[in-house]
């Protein structure tokens, strides 16, 4: 039998609508560095693409990062020592163009989607022949480039021709706001016309501007400096408010300015960490630094550069440490796990299933029999000890039924009483190895296993019927007439009124393609499709009509090729629970979700059950990582 190391994660989701403040408390704070895959610990800028990969922009290259592995990217060309001396690479990420990639020497690439490899497009040096040093890259909503460098702001036009537009300025960094461009400069905030770039004003003289970022809801322009801390533009009125407490720190360089949500903007200061600020009090917050007396804390102070990624996570890159993920925890977490001496603890923590009885007792099967926990009260009791329990199933009046690797099938009350024990040796099963046990629409009960064949007792009747299907992982009820077996060799459909039976997915189908056939977890689909959950071939979309398929592997973002447990959200999403953490696809889209620190170093993570109990107003959703 394969063991599953498990830990038990119980996710409250309440949903509040009110204005939350923003605290380290919010964020479990992962790192990745050289142990991860990454090319430097040196990182200047951060984004996340139309697939939800993050981009890290490093001092030696370009890594791409899916939330488990690191590929890395050099960017082709011939460099002088003199380039590679204090270089710097940056990132852009626009939804029409696509990925860009830039260095300090005015070299421009973009990425391609189809080579996977990032091709030079542009170098600015060459272009206006002479040295350069290029800081900001910026396309405006028409597709026109432009380049903000130590010489000034160029402008790329429609004939390709590259044309200064600001001349003699020292330019940090570029923000759109409407028709205007704001140009962040080492002598102040220079305001331009997209239309007409030859008309311009001067803000803020004598101002070493290094960050710019407009909020453009609030039609405010956030100014980042060095050595003059950070202050606020309406961009009516030109009056400039400076923010009141900033303290000491806020005279460090302020590197990066950041959108959060609607209340919140974050700051990064090199030197200082990584600062929340309320929009509307214009008070700052320590979010995270070096400090280390909580979980949540950075490697590194020289914050270059922080961002916040489609699920809310925020990813915060600084010159010695690499980047440091701040995953958000939505939902308050409490682990539930075995706790030596503790009788009011799991009994194990390998856990194979979990099922919530009527009365909102929740039911842990375990490799050393059935843990019961009273929700209400929050004490345990254990039944079937040392027994090795595989699958539950709770019947219409409150009874569970067990399916043990070795010992059969038991039938317990609500409290955990033995009503009855199935057994291979009294001729009522096939096998002792129970996978899986299910009741389908009309109370039926469906049982396979490791060896032996499919078996159903009729409710009514209580007789037996076996079916000629073997090496059962799981069934899943489709109507009142059918169930999906899921085995090692694909899925059956099996109709128990007619006998018929149909193969799918299976290896003789999948002869000439690279799929697994090893089939643990099933989904069925209204447009008669399913999802497959295989073991070492990731995830399967199956169409029965057509009997083709489309694969989601580690490639397309998924933390393991182990699929081990699907479900369905109200909001039609896909919960993806794997061998290295949990994933979800949205309209095909896959994102890693591996929110909860250490859980996804798991050796395996069999189930994901969503137990859907309302308790006021909350979901409460029971998830085994």
């Known amino acids: 039998m394969v063991r599953f190391n498990l ?53 030696t290259g370009i890594d791409r990062y899916n939330g488990h592995t690191v590929k890395n990217y050099d960017l082709p060309g011939s460099f002088y020592y003199g380039d590679l001396a204090g270089r710097r690479l940056y990132l852009l990420y626009d939804a029409q163009q696509g990925l860009f990639a ?32 290029l800081n ?5 909503s028409d ?21 200064a537009v600001l001349k003699g300025q020292y330019v940090n960094d570029i923000a759109f706001a409407g028709e205007s461009l704001f140009v962040g400069t080492s002598n102040g905030v220079w305001q331009l016309s997209h239309t007409l770039p030859d008309k311009k004003r001067q803000l803020l003289e004598g101002w070493n501007v290094q960050t710019l970022f407009c909020d453009k809801p609030k039609k405010e322009l956030w100014i980042g400096t060095f050595g ?64 280390d007396d909580t979980d949540t804390y950075l490697r590194g102070n020289g914050i270059y550069a922080v961002t916040r990624d489609d699920q809310g996570n925020i990813w915060i890159g600084s010159y010695t440490g690499g980047v440091s993920v701040a995953i958000l925890l939505k939902h308050p977490i409490s682990i539930l796990a075995h706790e030596k001496g503790n009788t009011h603890s799991l009994i194990s923590n390998n856990v194979n299933d979990i099922e919530e009885n009527p009365d909102g007792n929740q039911w842990f099967a375990t490799d050393d029999g059935i843990s019961i926990r009273n929700t209400l009260s929050g004490t345990w009791k254990h039944v079937l000890k040392e027994i090795v329990t595989i699958s539950l199933c709770t019947s219409g009046n409150g009874n569970v039924w067990v399916g043990t690797y070795g010992d059969g099938v038991y039938l317990l009350d609500n409290n955990g009483r033995v009503l009855r024990h199935l057994t291979k040796q009294q001729g009522q099963l096939t096998t002792n190895y129970i996978f899986s046990v299910r009741q389908d629409m009309e109370g039926d009960l469906w049982i396979g296993g ?23 992982q799981s069934i899943e009820p489709i109507d009142r007439n059918r169930v999906a077996v899921a085995t090692v060799n694909g899925f059956f459909l099996v109709d128990k009124h007619t006998g018929n039976i149909q193969h799918y997915a299976n290896s003789q189908e999948f002869h000439n393609q690279n799929v697994s056939a090893y089939i643990i977890s099933m989904l069925f689909n209204d447009d008669g499709t399913v999802w497959l959950g295989t073991e070492g071939g990731g995830l399967n979309l199956y169409d029965m009509k057509n009997r083709t398929v489309k694969t989601f592997t580690v490639q397309e973002g998924l933390p393991s090729n182990d699929i081990y447990s699907l479900q369905r959200d109200d909001k039609k999403r896909l919960w993806v629970s794997t061998g290295k953490g949990i994933a979800l696809i949205d309209s095909l889209r896959v994102s890693n979700l591996n929110y909860a620190g250490n859980i996804d170093n798991t050796t395996r993570l069999p189930f994901l059950l969503n137990l859907s109990t309302i308790v006021s107003s909350a979901i409460l959703s029971i998830s085994i990582f």
């Open 7 to 59: 830990v038990i994660t119980l996710l409250l989701m309440i949903s509040i609508a009110v204005k939350a403040e923003l605290t380290n408390r919010m964020f479990d704070v992962r790192h990745v560095g050289y142990a991860e895959g990454l090319s430097s610990q040196r990182v200047f800028s951060i984004v996340e693409d139309g697939d939800g990969a993050m981009w890290i922009a490093t001092k």
């Open 102 to 133: 830039y260095d300090h020497t005015g070299r421009i690439y973009r990425y391609s989607t189809i080579l996977d490899h990032f091709e030079q497009v542009l170098h600015l040096g060459q272009l206006i022949q002479e040295e350069v040093i």
């Open 136 to 140: 900001k890259l910026c396309l405006d």
């Open 143 to 163: 597709g026109t480039w432009w380049m903000g460098a130590d010489k000034g702001l160029y402008k790329q036009e429609a004939d390709h021709r590259i044309v």
């Open 228 to 291: 003059s801390g950070l202050s606020v533009m309406n961009l009516d009125t030109s009056k400039v408010l400076a923010l009141e407490g900033q303290g000491s720190t806020f005279l460090h360089p302020i590197r990066a300015i950041t959108d959060y949500d609607v209340h919140t903007i974050l700051i990064g200061v090199d030197g200082g960490g990584v600062y929340a600020i309320d929009k509307d009090t214009k008070k700052a917050r320590l979010l995270m630094n070096t400090k």
């Open 450 to 472: 490791l060896d032996g064949c499919l078996i159903m007792f009729e409710k009514e009747k209580g007789s037996r019927r076996s079916f000629d299907v073997n090496w059962v």
